[in-house]
């Protein structure tokens, strides 16, 4: 089975163990629990490796925790994991859990890349305009990119708008 597959349905049988309340707890911890397990890649080969016995991992994870909130929810869910050996699908979890979260929230978290940092006024602007061709809420994730030249590309799970600068060029030279 598709690893993408096997994520979705995990992040979906999470999402459903969490209360309204604990969601928002959840997603603001996702980033920390995709930095702690793609810290480095020893941890990434432990967690994966068939040659590590299943104790270790779960003693691993056990020990990484212990100062996370809520990391009873977080243990049980790692342990599920590693016990299924799915620890191979950990990044693509978090990123299907957190879109799961968002959506929970009623809201879609949009990459957006600028050529230059922008003011907020024009963050505000382009998330509006966003927020109005998407028909919903964003989270914007705000990134710079000079190679796009001027303008912005707006990126989620199933959308590309792209506003660049760079993209005009492209498709002006190749007429």
């Known amino acids: 089975m598709n690893d993408i597959v096997i994520a979705k ?8 163990t969490l209360t309204q309340q604990q969601i928002d707890t959840t997603l603001n ?3 920390l ?5 793609a810290s480095s890649d020893e941890v990434k080969q432990m967690l994966v490796s068939p040659y590590v016995d299943k ?15 809520n990391n009873e929810f977080w243990k049980q869910l790692m342990k599920v994991i ?7 699908i950990m990044q693509l979890f978090f990123t299907e859990f957190e879109i799961m979260l968002y959506q929970a929230l009623g809201q879609r978290k949009v990459s957006i890349t600028f050529a230059h940092q922008p003011d907020d006024e024009t963050k505000s602007i382009v998330k509006n305009e966003i927020e109005r ?11 710079v990119d000079k190679g796009i030249i001027g303008g912005f590309i707006a990126i989620d799970k199933n959308t590309v708008i792209d506003a660049s600068v760079a ?3 492209s498709r002006f030279s190749s007429n």
Do not use: C, G, P, W
């Not at 919903?136 to 994730?141: G, H, L, Q």
């Open 9 to 16: 349905r995990y992040a979906k049988a999470a999402i459903q």
């Open 29 to 31: 911890q996702i980033h």
């Open 33 to 37: 629990m995709r930095e702690i397990f």
């Open 55 to 69: 104790k270790k991992k779960l003693d691993f994870i056990t020990e990484v925790l212990k100062d996370v909130k």
């Open 82 to 88: 590693v016990l299924q050996n799915r620890s191979q």
């Open 133 to 143: 061709i998407l028909k919903s809420n964003i989270v914007a994730d705000i990134r």
């Open 167 to 169: 993209s005009h060029l």
